[in-house]
């Protein structure tokens, strides 16, 4: 039987490979039946704390069983000997809607694949997915939906939280959006001063930063959304450091420049203190009565909106179903994006985005690419022992998408515990990194090569957003780039022997320098182009990816506790600090901390230069205030 509703994507995969896909499927029970002794024995030796954990926790059943066994049959693999086999290398491709996925260069093979697929039906991973799209509260330790694919569903579809269907309250928040964002870009919405606000500072934090940079960062060259930014700019404040200040504001006239406030509370620390530091620099060039028409809020908290100084008719609002890290496609990214490219290429990204959830939500797991994207990953980490994963974009235009995966998959799955509260037995999570090629390959493919095992995800695109070619070279410049995209994984596969090394005329002594042991995993996505579209659909790939792998571990994904203890840490050093510095002293024993963090904060106040708090007046770095004493370097930036 098919593993979802999708019994003729089975049919389709029969048709392409008729003798392996039928012959695994019939040999499904066998294995299960064979797995199943073996977990049998395996729970004979569980002790009693931990019995009360088997019937949550997937690595107690018999289809993972199975797999830790079959980790041995791959360990009799070499990639060079899987990949050189062309049937084999055909199954183990997907595509939807343009969107290419190799998967041949992963440490699998066909029967691995069904294992998987049998893992995910034992964590009812349909399942789990159904309730996520269905608005049920599956974050359970905060009992909110997780609902971000509505964010991008279309107008007249229909999904409900708690009985009640959000769609109508999306396209509100949309059209309110669209209205907006075309007066301030056509000129109907001016300044105080009555220019045109050209600038737009949006001032966020972590989802509210990494999202929206990413899909700037992918537009910023594609042809389309660059004409519709002419004589625009949009730039993001997320650290308090006062330089990432000094470095947003450097630059710009107040009396051009919007500021798109995210925070959903209006509490965040960092953010209202930047909000309240660019709040000034408005209110120094042009006076209080300013903020109204300079400042604009994505918030659900109106009371504080209102008393920060910003109408509550210019907030925009977005929802406790909606996390930071997945609110991109919310009012926290289209909103600021919308401004700077224009409603029309934030639909076609939003379209994009949705693409990828109807596909997520209808595919059979043998077509599915986030399913297929994190089977692999759980795969790699829980039974092969690799903890980390390596974004290789071969796209400069992508070059902020690990960053925001990074959020996206280590705030997510970076946990110790299940859902259900008990310790995992496993390894799960990634460390999350990368760089656009090739510049990642001057940086530290050395270790991916020849040192420590990290699975890559190569992305490229078939056409580039700037195409160039000189005359009298052999090819153009993004091909040489897609030349690189391709050797790399082949190079991580394949490796270099020791045979082919002498064979070369290698000195001896450089063989064991030069030798490439291979056998390292990759997968390879080709997208057609780089546009608003695909943007949103590598967006919703990655989303869905990372849900798929914590559905399989068993974790709730949609928390992030692991960040408020330093939060609280961070409160109590700025109280004390305060009353240090108020009082002219340095930090005592008596404060409460312990000595090492005692002498690091004494370094510190040693080193300032005198400023006692509270002093009535405002300080800026010089790059924001220009005066005849202090002007800002011309060349920052």
Not at 152 to 176: S, T
Not at 303 to 315: Q, R
Not at 377 to 397: D, E, H, K, T
């Amino acid at each position: 039987a098919a593993h979802s509703a999708g019994a003729p994507g089975a049919a389709r995969l029969a048709q392409r490979a008729p003798h392996r896909w039928r012959t695994l499927r019939a040999a499904a029970p066998a294995r299960r039946a064979a797995g199943s002794a073996e977990a049998t024995t395996t729970a004979a030796l569980n002790t009693t704390s931990r019995r009360s954990t088997v019937a949550s926790n997937v690595s107690y059943t018999p289809e993972w069983a199975a797999l830790q066994n079959h980790v041995h049959e791959i360990e009799k693999t070499h990639l060079r000997d899987l990949v050189s086999d062309d049937a084999r290398c055909e199954e183990l491709t997907a595509e939807h809607n343009g969107v290419y996925l190799d998967y041949s260069r992963q440490r699998v093979t066909t029967d691995t694949m069904n294992m998987l697929f049998d893992l995910a039906d034992a964590a009812n991973l349909k399942e789990k997915i159904g309730n996520m799209l269905g608005g049920e509260h599956i974050n359970t330790t905060e009992d909110r939906a997780v609902l971000h694919v509505a964010t991008r569903a279309p107008r007249g579809k229909q999904i409900l939280v708690d009985g009640k269907d959000v769609v109508p309250d999306v396209h509100e928040v949309l059209d309110k959006i669209k209205a907006f964002s075309e007066k301030v870009r056509n000129g109907e919405w001016l300044g105080a001063t009555g220019k045109p606000l050209t600038d737009v500072v949006a001032v966020g934090i972590g989802g509210s930063f990494l999202g929206p940079l990413f899909v700037h960062t992918a537009l910023r060259t594609e042809p389309t959304a660059a004409a519709a930014s002419t004589g625009r700019q949009l730039r993001f404040l997320a650290n308090v450091d006062p330089v990432d200040v000094a470095r947003a504001l450097n630059g710009l006239n107040p009396e051009t420049t919007l500021v798109v406030v995210v925070s959903k509370t209006f509490t965040t620390s960092e953010t209202m203190l930047n909000a309240r530091t660019v709040r000034q620099w408005i209110i120094s060039a042009l006076g209080s009565q300013a903020v109204e028409k300079h400042m604009v809020a994505v918030s659900t908290n109106l009371k504080l909106v209102a008393e920060f100084g910003i109408d509550p008719e210019n907030a925009f609002a977005f929802w406790d179903w909606v996390g930071g890290r997945y609110s991109v496609c919310s009012a926290v990214g289209i909103l600021p994006l919308a401004l700077q490219y224009g409603f029309g290429q934030m639909e076609q990204f939003l379209a994009g985005a949705h693409d990828i959830d109807d596909h997520f939500a209808t595919a059979p797991y043998e077509e599915n690419l986030p399913v297929i994207l994190g089977l692999l990953s759980v795969w790699n980490v829980s039974f092969l022992g690799c903890p980390a994963r390596a974004i290789l974009p071969y796209c400069q235009a992508l070059s902020k998408l690990a960053p925001h995966i990074q959020q996206v998959a280590m705030e997510s799955n970076g946990k110790g515990v299940g859902i259900d509260g008990h310790p995992l037995p496993y390894e799960a999570g990634e460390i999350d990194f990368g760089e656009p090629g090739t510049n990642g390959q001057h940086s530290f493919y050395q270790l991916i090569h020849q040192g420590r095992v990290i699975p890559c995800d190569f992305i490229g695109v078939v056409k580039s957003q700037q195409s160039v070619y000189l005359k009298g070279e052999i090819v153009s410049n993004h091909d040489e780039l897609m030349c690189n995209f391709f050797a790399q994984a082949d190079a991580l596969a394949f490796g270099k022997s020791a045979v082919e090394l002498r064979a070369e005329n290698c000195p001896d002594s450089l063989i064991p320098h030069k030798t490439f042991t291979g056998n390292r995993q990759s997968l390879s996505m080709l997208l057609p182009e780089l546009t608003a579209y695909t943007t949103g659909q590598i967006l919703a790939l990655y989303e869905h990816r990372v849900a798929v792998q914590g559905f399989v571990w068993g974790l709730n994904s949609f928390d992030q506790w692991g960040v408020e203890l330093g939060k609280v840490l961070a409160a109590k050093v700025r109280s004390t600090m305060n009353d240090a510095r108020t009082a002219g002293r340095t930090i005592r024993s008596s404060d409460g901390f312990n000595p090492s963090t005692q002498r690091m904060l004494n370094r510190y106040l040693e080193g300032k230069a005198k400023l006692i708090y509270p002093e009535p007046v405002d300080v800026f770095p010089c790059e924001i205030i220009n005066s005849e004493e202090c002007r800002p370097p011309t060349s920052y930036t």
